[in-house]
């Protein structure tokens, strides 16, 4: 684990949500109030949830300023995310819920969803800064794709989204060509 659980989560959180607009079939997972449902539920909010169109034009807009992360250098990022925590309110407080130990949330429980991501992507982000990790933002490497993603393995090797299947479909190129120049010598074989 590179960063606290909790931070990790909303790591995770903010490239889905940033993804939901870069998806390679066109489609915008985050179109309806029925989307921001699902994106609250998956991931456990336990925020203010109005679930109406005011509340799905915030998220699409926090989306937007999540996504400019990716754009920026660690410098410019920590003024972003200054903004973010300045704008949301930020109050941090431990707390512990459901089956979750302890960990940060960052506004006032009655806080607008938005705002709650807002902020809690900020906090998170201000980790990864932090700890001189900004390198680890990336954007998918497939030549047609625009997602976002954070790579958090051990030997920062992560190159593809999850969201178009990327990994998969830059294997099935490799095999493909691999299997058109021809049969590969094994051990013991003699080339002629």
Do not use: K
């Amino acid at each position: 684990m590179v960063f606290a659980p909790d931070t990790e989560m909303s790591i995770a959180a903010a490239v889905e949500m940033v993804n939901t607009a870069r998806r390679r079939d066109g489609h915008d997972a985050m179109a309806t109030t029925d989307d921001v449902a699902e994106f609250y539920t998956r991931w456990g909010y336990t925020a203010r949830h109005d679930g109406d169109d005011a509340e799905l034009a915030a998220i699409r807009d926090a989306r937007d300023q999540i996504a400019a992360l990716w754009d920026v250098d660690r410098d410019t990022a920590a003024g972003l995310l200054n903004d973010m925590l300045a704008r949301g309110g930020a109050v941090p407080y431990l707390t512990r819920h459901d089956d979750l130990d302890w960990h940060l949330h960052g506004t006032a429980p009655d806080a607008p969803l938005a705002t709650v991501l807002l902020v809690e992507t900020a906090m998170a982000m201000s980790d990864v800064v932090r700890s001189a990790e900004y390198d680890r933002l990336q954007r998918c490497e497939a030549d047609d794709c625009d997602a976002v993603l954070v790579d958090l393995s051990r030997n920062r090797s992560r190159r593809f989204c999850d969201v178009n299947g990327c990994a998969n479909r830059a294997h099935v190129a490799a095999y493909r060509a691999r299997r058109a120049r021809g049969p590969a010598l094994r051990h013991g074989d003699v080339a002629r």
